[in-house]
């Protein structure tokens, strides 16, 4: 390691869709990253599976790759940890070998098998009272009657590969699985034996097995794995992978988490009773089109007709578009599906589809849904920044100025003008919602409703634009940089602006409809 080297640790994040790495300095600075694709497997009896040897060589490709571009000496490479999809089984031998392909968190064949374990005389939420009581007190929750937590992918195997039961070893979640082929130990994280349902949970720092909820798992209690914490160093990278990685065989492995717990980790959420959004891989996607037919467009009454095809994600081609200066986090990639077949039953029309469900929440068009999120995400970022400015501007003085921000009348001003723009816009959208809602639950939203929840919305986003705007331009400097909230919040809300739902020709429609023009509905 250089002297202006820090440490650096090899990060790796295995999601449903491939397989990444990254260079990350231990001052949390990104230095470069490489990615590959991985396949799913969809089985003809409706498995979800994937490979853990295509997993292991996908890791071998991309940090090979990656420690080859020569972004920093070998040597400042001090550990490698992994962040994983959770709720994946392999079974493995003495060996470390997988007997099988990996079960995926998407796979609910084993839900029969499991719900007849979970049963008794009297049920409640698809489980036995007395056993329902036992998983809430030990673990904080229950297993998941759709038999896609590893608790069903187990007796899946045990039931419908019993030769795979019997040779197995132990059974490993994904994360588990890359930490062994790394080291060489058999363990489980805290969060990856989770949903095993076999743990007590009840102490956070010595999560430990219980006897009387692995009977309940019907697994025989030899094939868990030891439970190690996330921080734990598990030892030593395995010295073949250091050789062919070209790493010090003195790098150390650190247990590392499944992806849900790295996502609120690095959201912040590590309080109780605080939220953040985890948005991961779907299994599905709806691809918008029109229906040509005969070589024409199949007419709904005047207007082409319009679908959502819903496709399996494996039959699509995820593209990597979305490349951005805001939002990045949400992941708004384009995707393409070619010579695909779609039945009838998995279309639904885009405007004129019936209710299946007459409920208050669908009878508010989709678009006014999307965009009083939107709007409400704004809000929330300028009143973020509103607090953010706040604190820089009673300690910050700016070059050749006298006093504090705080101090001077342009800021004041600027302050009291955001804050009378952020109450007034936000009562605004408040008060469009209340009335939309009310008049949906009587089923008597009107046009009205709807151009008020549009104007709502659009100004709202507009107005929270302005807001960051001018505690951005009153910040300085300091807002130019990339690691202050002002400056990511200033280039996220530039992006929800260009979104649909943040169009300034939202205001003309609403004005021809309040000046009695004809307008195009749909657009409300």
């Not at 508010?364 to 920044?385: E, H, K, N, Q």
Request: net charge neutral; with cysteine; aromatic share 8%.
């Amino acid at each position: 390691m250089t002297e202006h080297t820090p440490p650096v640790v090899l990060a790796v994040d295995l999601g449903t869709s491939g397989m990444k790495a990254a260079l990350i300095t231990v001052r949390g600075e990104v230095l470069g990253w490489e990615s590959q694709p991985v396949t799913l497997h969809l089985t003809p009896d409706g498995g979800a599976e994937q490979s853990p040897d295509e997993w292991w060589e996908a890791f071998l490709a991309v940090s090979r790759r990656l420690i080859g571009r020569g972004l920093v000496p070998a040597s400042a490479i001090t550990a490698v940890c992994c962040s994983t999809q959770g709720e994946g089984t392999v079974p493995v031998d003495r060996e470390g070998k997988a007997l099988m392909n990996a079960i995926l968190w998407m796979d609910m064949r084993g839900a029969p098998y499991l719900n007849k374990r979970l049963r008794g005389l009297i049920n409640v939420a698809g489980a036995d009272v007395f056993k329902l009581v036992r998983f809430i007190r030990l673990t904080g929750g229950m297993p998941s009657v759709t038999g896609k937590d590893p608790a069903g992918h187990m007796l899946l195997v045990r039931e419908r590969f019993p030769d795979v039961y019997e040779r197995t070893y132990k059974f490993l979640n994904v994360l588990d699985f890359l930490n062994l082929r790394l080291t060489g130990r058999f363990v489980a994280t805290f969060d990856s034996i989770l949903t095993s349902w076999v743990t007590n949970n009840r102490d956070p720092d010595a999560i430990r097995y219980n006897d009387s909820l692995v009977r309940m798992s019907g697994i025989d209690r030899d094939k868990f794995p030891e439970i190690v914490s996330c921080s734990t160093v598990i030892g030593p990278i395995r010295s073949h992978v250091a050789s062919y990685l070209g790493l010090s065989p003195d790098v150390q492995v650190v247990a590392g988490s499944i992806d849900n717990t790295a996502a609120a980790v690095g959201a912040g959420a590590v309080q109780d009773f605080v939220p953040h959004l985890y948005v991961g891989t779907s299994s599905w996607v709806a691809a918008h089109a029109q229906i040509i037919e005969n070589g024409r467009v199949r007419l709904e009454g005047e207007q082409p007709e319009t679908r959502y095809f819903f496709v399996p994600v494996a039959e699509a081609e995820l593209l990597d578009t979305w490349h951005t200066r805001g939002m990045r986090g949400t992941g708004t990639h384009h995707f393409a599906v070619n010579d695909v077949f779609v039945p009838t039953d998995r279309t639904v029309l885009s405007q004129t589809a019936p209710l299946i469900e007459d409920a208050p929440l669908y009878r508010i068009p989709r678009t006014l849904l999307f965009a009083s999120g939107d709007a409400a995400v704004a809000f929330g970022m300028s009143r973020t920044c509103l607090e953010t400015f706040g604190e820089l501007a009673g300690a910050k003085t700016p070059r050749a100025m006298p006093t504090l921000l705080r101090e001077q009348p342009m800021i004041q001003m600027t302050v009291g003008q955001a804050e009378a723009a952020l109450r007034s816009g936000r009562a605004f959208l408040y008060e469009a919602v209340r009335e939309a809602w009310a008049a949906s639950l009587n089923n008597a939203l009107t046009l009205e409703h709807r151009a008020n929840l549009r104007l709502a919305t659009t100004h709202g986003i507009r107005l929270a634009a302005q807001i960051i705007d001018s505690v951005y331009n009153a910040a300085g400097a300091t807002a130019a940089y990339e690691d202050h909230l002002l400056q990511r919040h200033f280039q996220d809300i530039h992006v929800i602006t260009q979104h649909l739902q943040g169009r300034l020709t939202h205001y003309e429609l609403v004005g021809r409809y309040w000046l009695g023009l004809k307008i195009d509905e749909a657009r409300l």
